[in-house]
């Protein structure tokens, strides 16, 4: 398979399988590059952020059950 038949098949995705998939390659791709790179100062800031900012930002991979929690906590901390 080609990379442009790849590319045309992964388009056909709906939405939400494409965005799995776009954070499965980029964790595979840091988990590839970040070993060989001593951590800089803004990834061990990054680490420090709250889980649900973590996981927009792509640095981990929340399920969706932590992910609503994570931001209802969040709200109840800003709004309270």
Same mark, same amino acid.
């Given at each position: 398979m080609t990379l442009q038949e790849l590319q +045309? #098949?992964? /388009?056909q995705l709906p939405i939400s399988d494409r965005w799995r998939? @776009? #954070?499965s390659l980029l964790a595979s =791709? +840091? #988990? &590839?590059t970040l070993p060989s790179i001593s951590p800089s !100062? %803004? @990834?061990? /800031? /990054? @680490?420090?952020l709250? !889980?649900? %900012?973590q996981s927009l930002i792509g =640095? /981990?991979?929340l399920g %969706? &059950?932590?992910l609503t &929690?994570?931001?209802v906590d969040y709200l109840e901390e800003k709004y309270h």
């Amino acid at each position: 398979m080609t990379l442009q038949e790849l590319q +045309q #098949q992964a /388009l056909q995705l709906p939405i939400s399988d494409r965005w799995r998939l @776009v #954070q499965s390659l980029l964790a595979s =791709i +840091q #988990q &590839e590059t970040l070993p060989s790179i001593s951590p800089s !100062p %803004t @990834v061990k /800031l /990054l @680490v420090d952020l709250d !889980p649900w %900012t973590q996981s927009l930002i792509g =640095i /981990l991979q929340l399920g %969706t &059950e932590n992910l609503t &929690e994570s931001y209802v906590d969040y709200l109840e901390e800003k709004y309270h």
